[in-house]
């Protein structure tokens, strides 16, 4: 889907018409599969549930996230072109350690010192993690060469009969994918703190909002990111405006006092109307009793008519026998 979508968004470009979003092509491309519109809805149907079924595998967990609009289609070209920069990487490492010549392996230690090297802003748990997944695989593949403390490089994107990736590659991608997602929902979260209720947002607050999750954004990558999201080509007018448009660590510390003040403003008036609602409770009840009581007061009136009954009917009996 992805190879032969990469042609259709080449051949539209030419064209100079707007790129299909992926949901949309996939209908395109089931009814170029299939030929029949009928089958589309039950082959649709049937592939979303496989994504569901193998979402643990990285191609389908992100091929999912992007049908469900929770990331965007470039965070998969984000991913390919991370693993082209880590093979590039690798074997520009290789070369370093073998004289400028590239034998397909990397020392361990030399592995390690450039793979921290390109995750700077990696957590030391998420590198371990990357670590663990290589050791995994490659003692799987190459036992012997590990004993050795050297990393065989070559396979470590390389898909099996399953068109699976190997842990280190599926790591990698799985990182990847969280903190973009996590990236989003911060930026979600900002925008209700800088925005408050307003559903509107405008390129200032949009701004704000971004500044305030990635407050070591350049000003131009802020101005690209802002054009992007508002269908804008970036201008150097719109960088001028939006330079002073940044939130500081104070700034964006003061909008979550600010809204933790709303949040805890509202919990009382909650709380308040709590007891006025269990105050109808018992007023509730209270009227229980009174309709017991009435029928009580009923059905204390049956027995006095029929002892009234029986007082008549010994009177006659009395008066017939002594007659």
């Not at 997602?181 to 800088?194: A, K």
Request: some cysteine; charged content about 30%.
């Amino acid at each position: 889907v992805w190879s032969e979508k990469k042609l259709e968004d080449e051949k539209r470009e030419e064209d100079k018409k707007d790129k299909l979003d992926l949901v949309t092509y996939l209908g395109v491309f089931m009814k170029a599969e299939y030929g029949v519109d009928s089958m589309i809805p039950e082959m649709g149907y049937n592939f979303l549930a496989g994504l569901y079924k193998y979402q643990y595998d990285a191609d389908c967990e992100l091929f999912l996230k992007i049908v469900s609009g929770e990331v965007g289609e470039e965070v998969y070209w984000d991913q390919m072109k991370l693993l082209s920069d880590l093979q590039a990487l690798f074997v520009t490492l290789d070369e370093k350690a073998n004289g400028g010549q590239s034998r397909g392996s990397v020392p361990l230690g030399a592995f390690k010192i450039g793979l921290r090297d390109f995750f700077k802003s990696k957590g030391e748990d998420d590198f371990d993690a990357l670590i663990e997944a290589l050791r995994i695989q490659c003692e799987k593949t190459h036992k012997n060469e590990w004993k050795t403390k050297q990393v065989v490089y070559t396979q470590l994107f390389e898909e099996d009969e399953k068109h699976d990736q190997g842990p280190f590659a599926e790591a990698v991608r799985n990182q990847h994918l969280k903190i973009r997602v996590e990236y989003v929902e911060d930026l979600e979260s900002m925008l209700i703190l800088v925005n408050g209720t307003n559903e509107k947002v405008d390129m200032k607050i949009a701004a704000k909002a971004i500044q305030g999750v990635d407050q070591g954004l350049s000003t131009q990558a802020l101005n690209d990111l802002v054009a992007r999201g508002f269908a804008r080509e970036p201008s150097a007018s719109t960088s001028t405006k939006l330079k002073n448009r940044h939130l500081n660590k104070a700034d964006t510390e003061s909008l979550v006092k600010k809204q933790q003040r709303r949040v805890f403003w509202k919990v009382p008036r909650v709380f308040w109307k709590v007891p006025r609602v269990f105050w109808k409770v018992p007023r509730a009840f209270w009227k229980v009793p009174r309709v017991f009581w009435k029928v009580s007061r009923v059905f204390w009136k049956v027995p006095r008519v029929f002892w009234k009954v029986l007082r008549v009917f010994w009177k006659v009996l009395l008066a017939t026998t002594f007659m």
